[in-house]
């Protein structure tokens, strides 16, 4: 298990760019797979991106690809979301994740940040 702290949310213009961070601590994820998550207001919460322990490998949800990239330094253990040509759909508390794994059902993540606000205005 890690904890994660997530940094670098705020408000920004629809079109506009915002980078999220995720920091480590106790434990490195150095071996694990990392990801994103969000949840809007009135949904349930979505995987937006993942990113394997070697950083080889990436996925993303539909409705990012292209705008968004993870990225991953496991020497500083964290693990960075940048954001560009935002939209107001995009709005959500973003959570970072540690140990994401596809499961039978959907993601089994082991460790989760508290999650930290992105608002996108039009």
């Known amino acids: 298990q890690v904890q994660l702290v997530e940094s670098g949310g705020g408000l920004v213009q629809a079109g506009g760019s915002l980078r999220l961070s995720c920091a480590g601590s106790?434990?490195?994820?150095?071996?694990?797979?990392v990801g994103w998550f969000r949840q809007a207001p009135g949904k349930e919460r979505e995987f937006v991106a993942a990113?394997?322990?070697?950083?080889?490998?990436?996925a993303y949800i539909d409705s990012v690809k292209g705008r968004f990239t993870i990225s991953r330094d496991n020497a500083k253990n964290t693990v960075d979301l940048q954001m560009n040509s935002l939209k107001p759909e995009d709005t959500a508390v973003y959570y970072c994740a540690a140990d994401v794994r596809r499961g039978g059902s959907g993601w089994l993540v082991s460790s989760w940040g508290q999650g930290i606000q992105v608002t996108v205005s039009s």
């Open positions: 990113e394997t322990w070697s950083g080889g490998n990436r």
């Open positions: 106790g434990r490195t994820f150095s071996n694990y797979a």
